[in-house]
T-cell receptor, first 115, second 114 residues
Framework: AQTVTQSQPEMSVQEAETVTLSCTYD???????LFWYKQPPSRQMILVIR??????QNATENRFSVNFQKAAKSFSLKISDSQLGDTAMYFC????????????FGPGTRLSVLP | DAGVIQSPRHEVTEMGQEVTLRCKPI?????LFWYRQTMMRGLELLIY????????DSGMPEDRFSAKMPNASFSTLKIQPSEPRDSAVYFC????????????FGPGTRLTVL
C-alpha cells in the first residue's frame, strides 16, 4: 500500500525568505501523481501544485516549486519569498494513475510565516 | 491503531437513491472532517466536527447533504436524493486537536451515481 510521510510537523520562516517542506512516499507503481495542498485558517483546501510522475521537469507555480526525485521517492515543496498569507497547513498527497482509486495524504506540516 | 476507517470503499447507486457514507476516526482524536475530491473542484472541505459537535458546515453543497456524529467513534455523511454530479471520492479525516493541525485521512469512498 502507498504511504506518504511528512517528517516536519511544524515549521516557521521569516517573511520574504525561502522554506522547503519535505515529503516522501512509498509506492511500487511507476505512473502516479503527487500534489501539495494548502489549508489556511479559512479552512478550504487549495491545490498548490501538481506533478505527474512521468514528467522529469519539476512543476512550478509562481513562488511555489517542487523538487521531485522519483528514484528517492521524494517530493519537497519550496516556497520562495514567503508571505504572511502562506501561513497554513500543507498536505502532501499521492494518487495513482487510475484517478481516485488510491489517494493517500500525508499528515501535514504546519507552516508559520513570521513578520 | 488501524487509522481512519471508511466504508464502503466503493458505492454505485442510481440517481434519486439515498447514500450513506461511514467513517470511524482514530481513537482519541477530537476533530473529524469530511472532504470531497473531484477532478473539477479538487479537494473541498464539506464539514467538520469537534467533540462530536458540527462546527462549520458551510462547505456542504446543498440540503441534500447531511452529516452526523452520534458519538466519538462514528460519523456518517448522507446524500438524499443522490444526483450524478455527486459522483466523487469522499474522504474522512481525523485530527488530535488544535483544529486544523495534523490530520489523518481515511482511504476514501468512491461514489458513482448513475
Amino acid at each position: 500500500a502507498q504511504t506518504v510521510t511528512q517528517s516536519q510537523p511544524e515549521m516557521s520562516v521569516q517573511e520574504a525568505e525561502t522554506v522547503t517542506l519535505s515529503c516522501t512516499y512509498d509506492t511500487s507503481e511507476n505512473n502516479y501523481y503527487l500534489f501539495w495542498y494548502k489549508q489556511p485558517p479559512s479552512r478550504q483546501m487549495i491545490l498548490v501544485i501538481r506533478q505527474e510522475a512521468y514528467k522529469q521537469q519539476n512543476a512550478t507555480e509562481n513562488r511555489f516549486s517542487v523538487n521531485f526525485q522519483k528514484a528517492a521517492k521524494s517530493f519537497s515543496l519550496k516556497i520562495s519569498d514567503s508571505q504572511l498569507g502562506d501561513t497554513a497547513m500543507y498536505f502532501c498527497a499521492f494518487m495513482n494513475e487510475d484517478y481516485g482509486q488510491n489517494f493517500v495524504f500525508g499528515p501535514g506540516t504546519r507552516l508559520s510565516v513570521l513578520p | 491503531d488501524a487509522g481512519v476507517i471508511q466504508s464502503p470503499r466503493h458505492e454505485v447507486t442510481e440517481m434519486g437513491q439515498e447514500v450513506t457514507l461511514r467513517c470511524k476516526p482514530i481513537s482519541g482524536h477530537d476533530y473529524l472532517f469530511w472532504y470531497r475530491q473531484t477532478m473539477m473542484r479538487g479537494l473541498e472541505l464539506l464539514i467538520y466536527f469537534n467533540n462530536n459537535v458540527p462546527i462549520d458546515d458551510s462547505g456542504m453543497p446543498e440540503d441534500r447533504f447531511s452529516a452526523k456524529m452520534p458519538n466519538a467513534s462514528f460519523s456518517t455523511l448522507k446524500i438524499q436524493p443522490s444526483e450524478p454530479r455527486d459522483s466523487a471520492v469522499y474522504f474522512c479525516a481525523s485530527g488530535p486537536g488544535q483544529g486544523f493541525d495534523t490530520q489523518y485521512f481515511g482511504p476514501g469512498t468512491r461514489l458513482t451515481v448513475l
